[in-house]
């Protein structure tokens, strides 16, 4: 497979009131073309800036640095209009809140069909034709009513299915999709994702799914980095990071959430404790404070990003079940 | 399902709430009437926790709100601790009020950002004359340290310094400052990250154990319930599904709603991600309800008799009720 998108050693800071506040701090990944990369981590951890910055679509008060690569041209030092350019119809986004990305006062119709008659050139009559076929696609039932309506008519599953159905209708080559289900009900949810995946397959649409829910990048992507205060902390194909896990961070999380198996009752573990200032810079592990693994030395020195073989990077001292 | 019925009533026991036949519309246009909640009865025995599961719009909300009479139901009773709310005095009900209260799904806005967290937790106090200053700040003292934040750190500060799970904390120890005997959480953990959402369910049961609180808790996550409840009651469509403890409904699930739901939560583990007894489409509109089963319209089992007759909730298991005509072996 080929490699479509590289990232290296990007960070990304903010000037704020309180000081320089490091929320991506030395990001390295990669994704082939049509592979899914799941981004996870607990709230402020990093993974919105970092897919934002990415795209390019920061706000003017950070401050980027770090190399992007897509499909074999350096695009992190063109500037933001030939960066839209260049992604054109290759990527799209979705995003948590479908309803502020739909703009309220069009109706579906048009929205669906500007992206089709703008960046492909087709005809209104074509557009108006694909965009029922891809309504059907998303499984909106009786989709010609659908393009008369206005997004406040709509559930918010019906929203994120046209949002879907927008984003996959230039047939991208890369998809961002961040927290797309986190604003939806369980049923739902689980319906938008499988959606999701069935649609990526059939066009090859490779993925970046941000979210804070390891439940839902386990179904639904080849590979995994977990962030941890914008480091990323672990790194591994899916399979081989729930099988083989080695950062107690990424343990921790796993152990926290509530599992139907569960005996009721049961107290659930947690992780004490919270993420550390993104303003300062302690020495030491940036989880030291909160692992129950800690040592010494975790204190004192920051651990660097270890390759564990399998394509398995993480960043600890004692990692879980040893070192390789 | 979508069942009415009353075969999961426990009239034996010592009972802090009855609610029967309740019914909650809203009336939002000259012809058009949102049936919100349509004739549930539900009660709650002392120390329980019921949890109400269901999909968005189901009713949940309302049920909660239509209890504290907030607004008065449509129809129906709501008799809390041998006394009947629907009918009583707005003066009466409010001498009530300390005994019964409610936490909402989202922590930060429902806290005042212009007070300190001592006034916040002050007020209610204040309010219903519990002491002078000095006892009131020690009572301060005992909620926040009951709810494991630091009072010295956290009294002068206000709520837009604070973290979602932080918040939620000080709306808990808002709810408890008046020693109430039911607390209905409406979603507490929904707007929390995973990591925070362990520490606040935890602290719920502490807090339950504590000051031995009887709690309904709202939520549309089955595996968050699971953790807390002792009895589920899972809605569709304002009416009740299925009710059963915990265990009970998730081995041995008898409604194809309930199926979905479980189906739908997501598993943390590659190997068995792949989601199975899905649903498709999303529940129809509460201003034109199906006839019947209220789930007929997406349900696999489906059949006429589904369209023609509202099923019972009946007792198929001890302490398992379910309302539908073709249940699950
Ligand atoms: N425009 C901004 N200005 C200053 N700080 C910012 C800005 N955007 C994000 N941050 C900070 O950067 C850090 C990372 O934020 P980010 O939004 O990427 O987190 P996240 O992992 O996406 O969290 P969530 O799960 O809550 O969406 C946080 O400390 C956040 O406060
Ligand atoms: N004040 C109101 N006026 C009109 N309709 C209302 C009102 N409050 C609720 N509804 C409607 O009643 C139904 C039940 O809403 P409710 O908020 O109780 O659902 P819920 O189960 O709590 O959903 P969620 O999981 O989204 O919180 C919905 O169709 C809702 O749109
Ligand atoms: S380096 Fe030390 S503190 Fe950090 S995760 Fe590993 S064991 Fe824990
Ligand atoms: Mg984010
Ligand atoms: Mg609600």
New binding site residues.
């Given amino acids: 497979m080929s490699i479509l998108l590289q990232i290296e050693d990007m960070s990304v800071s903010f000037a704020t009131p309180r000081g320089n506040l490091k929320a991506v701090r030395g990001v390295t990944i990669d994704l082939e073309a049509g592979e899914s990369l799941g981004v996870v981590g607990e709230s402020g951890s990093g993974k919105t800036v970092l897919s934002r910055a990415t795209m390019g679509l920061l706000p003017g008060s950070a401050i980027r640095t770090g190399t992007i690569t897509y499909k074999g041209q350096v695009i992190s030092d063109l500037p933001a209009n030939e960066v839209r350019d260049l992604w054109g119809t290759g990527m799209a986004m979705i995003f948590q809140d479908p309803m502020t990305a739909l703009n309220p006062v069009r109706r579906i119709g048009s929205q669906v069909t500007e992206s089709l008659t703008v960046r492909l050139g087709m005809s209104k009559k074509d557009a108006k034709l694909k965009a029922i076929e891809l309504l059907k696609r998303v499984r909106i039932p009786d989709p010609e009513a659908m393009l008369r309506k206005f997004p406040y008519q709509l559930s918010g599953g019906m929203r994120q299915r046209i949002m879907i159905a927008i984003a996959v209708s230039c047939n991208p080559e890369l998809l961002f999709a961040d927290e797309p289900t986190t604003a939806l009900d369980v049923t739902v949810q689980a319906q938008v994702l499988e959606l999701l995946t069935e649609l990526r397959k059939e066009f090859n649409t490779a993925m970046i799914l941000v979210t804070h829910d390891l439940g839902v990048v386990a179904g639904h992507t080849d590979k995994i980095a977990v962030m941890y205060a914008g480091d990323v902390v672990e790194y591994a194909p899916t399979r081989q990071l729930f099988n083989n896990m080695k950062m107690p961070y990424t343990e921790a999380l796993l152990k926290s959430i509530p599992r139907l198996e569960t005996p009721t009752g049961s107290r659930l573990p947690v992780i004490e404790g919270r993420l550390p200032d993104p303003t300062k810079d302690e020495p030491g592990c940036p989880f030291a404070s909160r692992c129950p693994y800690v040592q010494d030395k975790c204190r004192a020195e920051k651990p660097p990003l270890t390759d564990g073989g399998n394509k398995h990077f993480y960043r600890c001292w004692f990692p879980i079940g040893g070192a390789k | 399902m979508a069942g009415s019925g009353k075969a999961h009533m426990r009239p034996e026991g010592d009972r802090v709430l009855v609610v029967e036949d309740l019914t909650v519309e809203?009336k939002?246009a000259k012809d058009k009437v949102?049936k919100?909640v349509s004739g549930v009865s539900f009660d709650l025995i002392r120390g329980e926790t019921l949890a109400v599961v269901?999909e968005?719009?189901?009713?949940?909300?309302?049920?909660g709100k239509a209890i504290l009479q907030l607004p008065k139901p449509t129809s129906g009773s709501v008799n809390f601790l041998s006394e009947e709310l629907t009918t009583m005095s707005k003066h009466d009900l409010r001498e009530r009020r300390p005994s019964m209260q409610m936490i909402f799904q989202d922590p930060v806005s429902s806290l005042d950002p212009r007070l300190p967290v001592s006034e916040v937790l002050a007020e209610p106090l204040k309010v219903w004359n519990k002491g002078n200053q000095v006892e009131i700040d020690a009572k301060i003292d005992e909620l926040l340290n009951a709810v494991n934040l630091d009072p010295k750190v956290v009294r002068d500060r206000r709520s837009y310094e604070f973290s979602g799970g932080q918040c939620q904390r000080i709306s808990i120890a808002r709810s408890l400052a008046l020693d109430p005997t039911m607390i209905i959480c409406d979603?507490p953990v929904s707007a929390l990250d995973v990591s925070v959402q362990a520490q606040i369910l935890n602290l719920l049961q502490d807090m339950k154990d504590r000051y031995g609180l009887t709690l309904i808790f709202i939520s549309?996550d089955l595996a968050v319930v699971k953790a807390v409840s002792t009895r589920v009651m899972v809605m569709y469509l304002g009416k009740v599904c299925e009710v059963a403890p915990p265990d009970e409904l998730y081995l041995n699930t008898k409604h194809h709603y309930t199926k979905a739901l479980v189906g739908s939560v997501p598993i943390p583990d590659p190997d068995r991600a792949v989601t199975k007894g899905l649903i498709m489409g999303e529940p129809p509109s509460?201003m034109n309800p199906p006839s019947g089963c209220r789930f007929r319209t997406r349900c696999p089992a489906a059949t006429e008799l589904c369209a023609n007759e509202e099923p019972q909730l009946r007792e198929v298991s001890l302490g398992h009720f379910v309302a539908c005509h073709h249940p699950i072996d």
């Fill in positions: 809203f939002i949102v919100a269901g968005s719009g189901c009713g949940k909300s309302t049920l979603e549309h509460p």
